[in-house]
């Protein structure tokens, strides 16, 4: 049932900083400490999504529409970067 997992999760994750957040990213690496932000992150988005299920259940959406509403609502929420000093503006970037 669940659509939400971790590892898409960290891999889209890991996708976004290394476009929004490229020297966060760089850091990350550098230090070698990317592979455990990822999973904190990870854990903190899984944390969410199953606080997001349960909320969305008892307000009466059926378990596939809670799944699907709260990875949306995670993936949304928890992929997002400060612009960096010098980077384009997202607004003018194509996707």
Do not use: C, W
């Amino acid at each position: 049932m669940a659509t939400f997992s971790k590892q898409g999760f960290s891999q889209a994750y890991q996708i976004a900083m290394a476009q929004q957040a490229p020297r966060m990213y760089r850091d990350l690496q550098k230090a070698r400490t990317l592979k455990e932000h990822l999973k904190e992150i990870a854990d903190q988005a899984s944390a969410q999504y199953r606080g997001q299920v349960e909320h969305l259940v008892e307000m009466g959406n059926t378990p596939d529409q809670a799944d699907r509403t709260a990875t949306e609502v995670v993936f949304h929420e928890m992929i997002q970067f400060p612009q960096e000093p010098g980077q384009p503006s997202r607004s003018n970037m194509s996707l």
